[in-house]
């Protein structure tokens, strides 16, 4: 159950999405999972969620993205993650991620993605597993 | 500016904030044992504002709107935010800072959002080494958001120089209940969120509170501060009233007295999360008296 216990995890949602329930959603479950969950709101830019990943050292960073433009919003955060001498910070991605844009987006570095369709309870143990290797069962 | 404060702000900007967010993980996450070796001297420390109230009060969005207020008069300003944490699952949302930050979005501003874990006081685990460590870096102001509180949990008197207490017309009935608890330990009240009908009232209902207060301590008269979310005159009153008592203390404050009570705060909360922690590892058989459980418990703590 508490399997993300003590994990500080961040849901940003950068570019113009109009709605964040996706992002609320997530948020919830992991709070629910034993994660203290850093929820920044709709529209930020990636050089803002950078400077808040770093103040608030988070273990992981999960972008939600509906806009489509997910290539461009998650090479960009990562370089500004990089810029901040944060790129050790691990980002996962959630949202509206097309079939053959994944690959691409794990090659960019991303530990996980995940989608609209995938069960919550498989969100929360695939993160947890990935943030804390060790611990998996 | 002053030439201490340009200075604090050329090292601000060398400030490395990715080894500041860690150092502060690593105190946070520390257990008793570690916290307790890891304890750095006193060094230089900010200017401490507390800024607590019930639920609901607007704490956050005043904090951002505040903290800008004093990033713009020049000083450098960390902000330490608390959000309750789930006794069942542990997990929190620390949703402070999406209210501030629409407000406050400034790279000068450091904030820190922190879950309360197994602290019941309004604070978090660990918070006072959290302060302390922020003592050791170039921030002139620290601003303390509690987690939304009732009555009795004024734990952060102890740990802030300037202690402001936030208020809502609707909290009438709290006045009431609050009158031996928060109510006698603010340095400054604020009734937000004034333009609701009741407002009045309950300024009124606080200075009557106050003046029977006064002759405990005539040197401060705590001001009652009406705020808006639209309106700049409250929040500039409320920005020149902590200047005022800021300079108030200057003059009129025994250092001895407030190292004593923040020793006093640090050595309870280290005491008290080791109860907790001994509490963890017990499984209480139902039978058991009291008193054994108890003096089991007690010996446990001799044994850290």
């Not at chain 1, 989608?115 to 611990?135: C, G, I």
């Not at chain 2, 080791?274 to 058991?288: D, F, P, R």
Request: hydrophobic fraction near 45%; avoid cysteine; glycine fraction near 8%.
């Amino acid at each position: 159950m508490s399997n993300l216990k003590g994990k500080r995890i961040m849901i940003a949602k950068p570019g113009l999405d109009g709605h964040d329930i996706g992002a609320k959603i997530i948020a919830l479950a992991l709070r629910d999972a034993g994660a203290e969950v850093i929820y920044t709101g709709l529209r930020k830019t990636p050089g803002f969620i950078a400077r808040v990943a770093v103040d608030e050292d988070v273990d992981a960073v999960g972008l939600s993205l509906l806009s489509g433009s997910h290539k461009e919003l998650v090479a960009e955060t990562m370089r500004e993650l990089k810029a901040l001498n944060a790129s050790d910070i691990p980002v996962f991605v959630g949202g509206t991620i097309p079939a053959e844009d994944r690959a691409m987006l794990m090659d960019a570095g991303v530990v996980g993605i995940f989608t609209a369709e995938m069960r919550l309870d498989d969100v929360v143990s695939e993160l947890a597993r990935k943030l804390s290797p060790e611990q998996a069962a | 500016m002053n030439s201490v404060g340009d200075g604090l702000e050329r090292e601000l900007k060398r400030l490395d904030r990715r080894a500041l967010g860690r150092a502060l993980s690593r105190i946070a996450n520390a257990s008793v044992a570690e916290a307790l070796a890891g304890m750095q001297g006193t060094s230089r420390g900010a200017y401490r504002i507390g800024i607590t109230g019930p639920p609901g009060a607007g704490k956050s969005t005043l904090i951002g709107r505040f903290a800008r207020k004093r990033l713009d008069g020049g000083a450098q300003v960390a902000v330490v935010a608390i959000d309750p944490s789930s006794p069942l699952t542990h997990g929190a949302i620390l949703g402070d800072r999406i209210r501030m930050d629409h407000i406050a979005d400034d790279p000068r501003l450091f904030i820190r959002s922190l879950a309360s874990r197994s602290a019941s006081d309004g604070l978090a685990d660990n918070i006072a080494d959290v302060l302390a460590t922020l003592d050791g870096y170039p921030f002139d102001e620290v601003i303390l958001e509690t987690v939304g509180v009732g009555q009795a949990e004024h734990a952060v008197r102890s740990l802030v120089d300037t202690l402001v207490l936030v208020l809502i017309p609707e909290s009438g009935d709290q006045i009431q209940a609050m009158k031996a608890g928060m109510l006698e330990m603010a340095d400054i009240y604020v009734i937000n969120k004034a333009d609701l009908p009741g407002a009045d009232k309950i300024a009124r209902e606080i200075r009557a509170v106050l003046k029977l207060r006064q002759h405990l301590d005539a040197s401060w008269v705590p001001p009652v501060i009406m705020t808006t979310a639209a309106d700049n005159d409250g929040l500039a009153a409320l920005n020149e009233a902590v200047s005022q008592h800021h300079a108030f203390l200057r003059n009129n404050r025994n250092a001895d007295e407030v190292q004593r009570r923040r020793l006093e705060y640090h050595l309870k909360s280290l005491v008290m999360r080791s109860v907790a922690e001994i509490l963890a590892k017990e499984s209480n058989s139902a039978t058991e008296p009291l008193h054994v459980a108890y003096a089991r418990v007690v010996a446990g703590l001799g044994k850290e």
